[in-house]
């Protein structure tokens, strides 16, 4: 008896551990979605999508440029975005976008600090491309691109 008290007394220890990981905000895998201001372009593909953010295109299909809007390095939305939709880690990104600063033949994104910033600044960029929460998305002006493979 006293031993299965003593087991239970040690995962009373991780309880407080456990609600305290349970309250931080965390994002899903679906939690990130890519948003625009422009009227078309409601599909894209997951090539098109790192070629995008990778800073590899400067203008969109219509020849309208484009300006891109991401959010820090460690800010878990970035950091969900990167992974589930880009298939890359956010230093791998970072490092593309570098490559090209420092050779001169690219730019690097806007970096805007908070997923309000970003909403605001893609609403009023022509030809603005970024990421929020599907929830703040859903509650904004801004329109959803959905990322899909051709083949589905």
Request: hydrophobic share 40%.
């Amino acid at each position: 008896m006293h031993r299965i008290f003593f087991l239970l007394s040690g995962y009373a220890r991780l309880l407080p551990l456990c609600l305290l990981l349970w309250s931080q905000p965390s994002f899903a895998a679906t939690d990130a979605v890519i948003v625009t201001s422009l009227d078309s372009s409601r599909v894209i593909s997951p090539y098109q999508a790192k070629a995008y953010f990778g800073m590899r295109i400067q203008q969109w299909p219509d020849g309208r440029p484009l300006r891109v809007f991401v959010l820090p390095d460690r800010h878990p939305l970035h950091e969900v975005f990167c992974k589930t939709l880009l298939n890359v880690f956010p230093h791998q990104l970072r490092t593309a976008w570098d490559r090209q600063v420092f050779s001169g033949t690219g730019q690097a994104p806007v970096e805007v600090a908070s997923e309000d910033e970003m909403l605001v600044r893609i609403a009023s960029t022509p030809g603005a491309i970024g990421y929020l929460s599907r929830q703040k998305a859903d509650e904004s002006r801004v329109r959803k691109i959905e990322v899909r493979d051709g083949n589905q």
